[in-house]
């Protein structure tokens, strides 16, 4: 008789990779509502298409590495990526764009360097800054949200996807464009004057309801301990802080902080994105600098810099100096009164 | 369930009032499955019909074996002794006969068999009488820690680490500190045991406290999940200084660092000890077995074991004989063995996987699981790791686990002791939570392996290293050690032949057994106990086989395999035996030894052993037989021209002489043998070893020569020759003998052998 032998624990709670990717997948829901709601139909193609496309990458890859493509599938990894992107790209992008931009999330960013776990950059922004800096153009072009305009019916919509036909007004100015816009204007002149935040009810019409999806889900998050809060709250209070701090109502002056806050991608970024376990920091305090240096770096390139949003260079630029952080903020460990630095050397 | 939370409740606060908590980090909330093994009282498995004692059942030195293959022993009989200082005794739980001494399976975590005494029962349980003792508190302490000591009390909370060491301790110990929180899932044992003997367990802590100079806090510590117990202790410590601490229960905080830190908020600093700051950690269980080593006298020859699982009919909690094999207390349990997905030593958090149920229960062997698949399904295949930090929240040592993930597979050894991987204390949280499967615990103790590996394999380099630098000097030394040395050995031969010469006058020199004899009747004697198992096995394997042929049992292919085997063995040991049995145990030094000193002391030893008469006996033939051997050497050298020849006719004529002298000496020897008189004792400066001190020392001299030296030597030696050859040529051709050519050729050869010599030196000097 000889019974099976394996390495101790011999229990194991019950959550798994794939349960926890698709945790965030659900997550993503509210936010999503709320983006179809204001931006149509165009969410959903895009949600469809990069879903497709990142699952095709996948398995292709997966296949060229000679890696069993079911059991990589299934941790859903892919998927989260795709969701995300989908959820990043302007509604209504054109097909080929999307496609690209797969491309370089699945096989450049993520499986070049390895597969899961092994990627130091979020592969979702890296898809969004290459296609950011390539096609400028497109991907600048928003939808208007629904309280402004008509939004395109499913055919002028898949035909502007498919064959690139341009449809009429539909698209219009973020709100966080509309600030960098008007250099000219006092914050009360931008409110009363462009109707993306005279039709809103806090901080630009349509996009404060998206966010708000995001910081529902987000939360939920939080609550299923997917994620711990350093990262997010750090993000999120420094964008804050920073606001506040540049905040004088003059045409020079930043946007208002529940602007900040509510527009663009601050809330998937500070829930979805920089909370990517692989490409941010390990520990706890490396997570809250991680995080607070995203939130001033978002500030910093909105505010100063020519793009309107930050949150994809950001979240790349700190992906990049993770290691760093991780390497300076080695948590205190049981019976050492200090934490010993990486680098140290130690006593063979 | 309500009544359940309540009782926690109340224990929590009424807790809370006595004693500042502190909190530990990380750690994990695994389903407690405590409930099932408790509903039975607890029971005595019958006595074994057979037992299984490794020697290492405690952390430190194997014991070493007192007994015989073949002996009787009684129940609470030392079987084998603590050798060392880190080690322990151990006690047979049965009477019987020893039947075995061998390596066996034994449960460790490595699989890795290890030597342990079998002993089959005789049914009669007889036990040795035990010395109980009351006044333990007036004896000195040493000599309780000492009752403890032969008892043979190890930690049986899952370390084993010997308890009389612990207590033995330097330094001041500020805190007694009882462990009963049995943080591990599934085990109840000391739960059942507090809730059965708190007033024994009281009176053990009331001696360990005595023992370690009565520190100020004296606790007992454990989850709140174990009302009854809590309450139980909590009466028996009543009016004494003994705390009952209940606390809530989170795994693993009742690793020995996580309850010093839980109970005093004190870290015990890595690499250091709970000593250190002034912590003593004892475990229930080990309390109440030192209690009554003390008290009653008894050996730790029993232990209280959770036996549990769902392939299990019934589950509970026995006291069982140490050494009982496992598959003993599952049967007694209805162990289905299909239904078991794996067999688990210790709680499933940190105990370990058996292959076999034949594996003994040990004085540390808390719990045996055994699931079923429901339970414990086997693990899913590992996904990469996603960074999710979970274990890092997890770990109760603050450590960063997905980081020495990495490094251990990346095998960056500096990293991970930059990370702190030795503070791990494998408990297994990290790998717990881990949402991709990821057997971590594995890779860190494979990388504590491996880097201790290379910590050695460092100190040895690090050794041959600096022998190499030491090199240079010790070649500068060497000549003059040498010639030291040669001076010493000299005086040593010498003095050995005196001290011969003296010991043959007390004792015959065959007394003088060297002390290597021991060892290998030592090994003969292990060796025999080898084949008397293995020929023991043989018997009982063939008798099995023999039954399963009789039963037309579909196990005979397999019986008969065993018998294959067992027979291999014996042949085996057959084989070692007779090769010990055939090595000379040398009681007289060898005569073939390569120590010059020996041999010289051997030849020395046959010749005073000899009488003055037959020595000069030998010494003639001796002499006889050399001369014939000169001639015979010396006729060929003519024959052949070669240049040696007068060299070797002038060895013939000084052994002619020799042997002229010889024959005189014995003449009258023979004569004074005759009248009957004794010669006294032969002197030490005898002629034969005097021979041979010579020869050694010029071989020695030869030897620690330098080239130059040695050419130097052999020119003078030459010019030796040479003028004692032409003195020879010269005698030969005044009296014409014929074999004036043969010298004249000798003096020639010498002598351009005598110029090839110094040009060879001139060579050295430039
Ligand atoms: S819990 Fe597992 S997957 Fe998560 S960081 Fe730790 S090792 Fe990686
Ligand atoms: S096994 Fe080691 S690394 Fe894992 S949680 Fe326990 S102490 Fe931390």
Redesign the pocket.
């Known amino acids: 008789m000889s019974f099976i032998s394996q390495s101790s624990p011999h229990a194991h709670a019950t959550n798994s990779t794939q349960r926890v990717m698709l945790t965030v997948v659900l997550a993503t829901i509210p936010g999503a509502l709320a983006m179809v709601y204001f931006f149509g139909v165009g969410v959903i193609i895009n949600l469809t298409l990069t879903i497709g496309f990142c699952l095709g990458f996948e398995a292709a890859v997966l296949y060229l590495r000679k890696r069993p493509i079911g059991f990589y599938l299934k941790d859903f990894s892919a998927l989260v990526t795709a969701v995300l992107l989908g959820l990043a790209l302007p509604p209504y992008s054109p097909w080929w764009m999307i496609f690209v931009g797969c491309f370089f999330a699945i096989v450049v960013a993520k499986q070049l360097y390895g597969g899961l776990g092994f990627n130091p950059f979020n592969p979702a922004m890296i898809a969004y800054v290459v296609l950011l800096i390539s096609f400028p153009v497109q991907m600048t072009q928003w939808a208007a949200p629904v309280n402004l305009g008509d939004l395109p019916s499913i055919s002028e919509a898949l035909t502007k996807v498919f064959t690139g036909t341009a449809i009429d007004g539909y698209s219009g100015a973020t709100p966080l464009d509309a600030f960098k816009q008007s250099e000219s204007l006092t914050v009360a002149d931008i409110y009363s004057q462009k109707p993306i935040f005279s039709e809103a009810f806090f901080a630009g019409a349509g996009w404060e309801w998206v966010n708000a999806g995001f910081l529902l889900g987000g939360l939920f998050l939080l609550w299923r301990k997917i994620f711990t809060w350093h990262a997010p709250v750090s993000m999120l209070a420094v964008l804050a802080l920073m606001s506040i701090i540049f905040y004088d109502g003059s045409s020079e002056s930043s946007a208002p902080v529940l602007t900040h806050l509510f527009s663009g991608a601050t809330m998937l970024g500070a829930f979805f994105i920089i909370t990517d376990p692989v490409s941010s920091a390990v520990s706890n305090k490396g997570r809250l600098i991680f995080g607070g240096c995203i939130g001033l770096l978002v500030f910093l390139i909105r505010h100063f810099g020519n793009y309107p949003d930050a949150v994809a260079f950001s979240v790349l630029l700190m992906n990049f100096a993770a290691p760093f952080i991780d390497y300076y903020t080695v948590p205190r460990s ?1 019976g050492h009164s200090k934490p010993r630095r990486a680098t140290e050397k130690v006593d063979v | 369930m309500t009544a359940h939370a309540v009782t926690h409740q109340i224990i929590a606060t009424s807790s809370q009032s006595e004693r500042k908590l502190f909190p530990i980090p ?1 750690g994990v909330h695994p389903p407690e499955n405590k409930s099932q093994s408790l509903n039975l009282p607890l029971s005595a498995l019958p006595a074994p019909a057979k037992i299984i004692l490794p020697l290492n059942q405690h952390i430190g030195a194997p014991a070493k074996p007192l007994v015989a293959i073949g002996e009787r022993v009684l129940k609470g009989q030392l079987v084998a002794s603590a050798k060392g200082f880190i080690s322990a005794n151990i006690h047979s739980s049965i009477s019987g006969t020893v039947t075995a001494i061998e390596e066996l399976p034994v449960p460790h975590p490595s699989g890795l068999p290890a030597m342990s005494i079998v002993i089959r029962s005789d049914n009669l349980d007889e036990s040795v009488t035990y010395e109980p003792c009351e006044n333990y508190f007036e004896l000195p302490k040493e000599q309780v820690i000492a009752k403890i000591q032969s008892a043979g009390i190890v930690g049986m909370g899952g370390a084993g680490f010997p308890t009389s060491v612990k207590l033995g301790g330097r330094g001041k110990i500020e805190h007694l500190i009882i462990n009963g929180t049995e943080c591990e899932p599934y085990i109840t044992a000391d739960d059942i045991l507090m809730q059965t003997y708190p007033q024994e367990i009281i009176e053990g802590v009331k001696l360990l406290a005595h023992l370690l100079g009565n520190p100020a806090d004296v606790v007992i510590g454990m989850e709140d999940n174990k009302p009854k117990a809590f309450t139980a202790l909590k009466e028996a410590a009543k009016g004494t200084n003994v705390q009952v601490v209940a606390f809530p229960g989170k795994y ?1 905080s009742g690793g020995e660092k996580q309850l010093i830190q839980r109970l005093t908020g004190k870290e015990v600093p890595s690499g250091k000890l709970p000593s250190d700051v002034g912590a003593v950690v004892q475990n229930v269980g080990t309390v109440y077995a030192a209690y009554r080593a003390v008290k009653y006298g008894e050996p730790l020859i029993e232990r209280i074991t959770t036996v549990v699982g769902g392939a299990l009919q019934k589950q509970g909690n026995v006291i069982v004989r140490i050494g009982t094999p496992v598959a003993d207390a599952l049967s007694e349990f209805g162990f289905k063995e299909r239904q078991a997905s794996q067999l688990i030593m210790g709680g499933p958090m940190m105990g370990f996987t058996l292959e076999t149920a034949e594996i003994p229960i040990v004085k540390t062997s808390n719990c045996i699981i055994a699931p079923s698949y429901a339970e414990m399904p086997p693990v899913a295949p590992a996904q990469p790791c996603i960074r999710c930090g979970l ?1 890092a929240e ?8 997905q980081q ?1 993930y990495w490094y251990a597979r990346s095998e960056d050894h500096e990293k991970l002791q930059a990370h702190n991987l030795f ?10 939570v881990c949402p991709s499967h990821i057997p ?2 594995q890779y ?1 103790r494979a990388s504590k392996g491996a880097i201790r590996t290379e910590r050695e394999e460092k100190a040895k380099s690090d050794r041959s290293r600096r022998r190499f630098e030491f090199k240079q000097e010790r070649i500068a030394k060497a000549e003059a050690e040498k010639e030291a040395k040669r001076i010493a050995r000299q005086k040593a031969a010498q003095e050995a032949q005196q001290k011969m010469a003296e010991q043959k006058a007390k004792a015959p020199p065959a007394a003088a057994a060297p002390a290597t004899a021991e060892s290998a009747e030592d090994t003969r004697a292990r060796l025999e106990r080898a084949l008397a198992s293995a020929q023991t096995r043989l018997e009982s394997a063939q008798a099995k086989h023999a039954e399963a042929v009789a039963e037309g049992s579909d196990r005979v292919d397999q019986m008969a395999a065993r018998v294959k085997q067992a027979e291999l063995k014996v042949q085996e040991a057959q084989a070692k035996l007779s090769e010990t049995q055939h090595t000379p145990t040398a009681s007289t030094v060898d005569t073939n030894s390569d120590d010059p000193v020996a041999r010289a002391i051997a030849k020395a030893q046959a010749k005073n052993a000899m009488s003055p008469l037959e020595k000069a006996q030998s010494n003639v033939e001796s002499l006889e037989n050399r001369l014939s051997k000169a001639q015979e050497k010396h006729q060929q050298a003519l024959s052949e021209g070669a240049d040696n020849a007068s060299a070797l006719l002038i060895g013939v004529n000084k052994l002619t002489e020799k042997l002229e002298q010889a024959r005189t000496e014995l003449q009258g020897l023979q004569a004074e043998s005759l009248s009957s008189t004794e010669k006294p004792a032969a002197a030490p400066d005898d002629p034969a070893a005097a021979a041979i001190e010579r020869a050694k020392a010029k071989a020695e001299a030869m030897a620690s020569m330098s080239p130059k030296e040695k050419l130097e030597n052999q020119i003078e030696s030459l010019t030796g020759r040479i003028a004692k050859a032409e003195q020879k040529l010269a005698a030969a051709q005044a009296e014409n003998a014929d074999t004036v050519e043969a010298l004249a050729l000798g003096v020639e050869k010498l002598k351009a052998k005598l110029a090839s010599t110094q040009q060879e030196l001139e060579q050295l000097n430039p």
């Open positions: 049981y | 990380g693993p274990c997890a770990c109760p040592a603050g450590l960063l686990p020495l503070d791990c204390i494998e408990c297994g949280a990290c790998s717990f971590l615990v860190y």
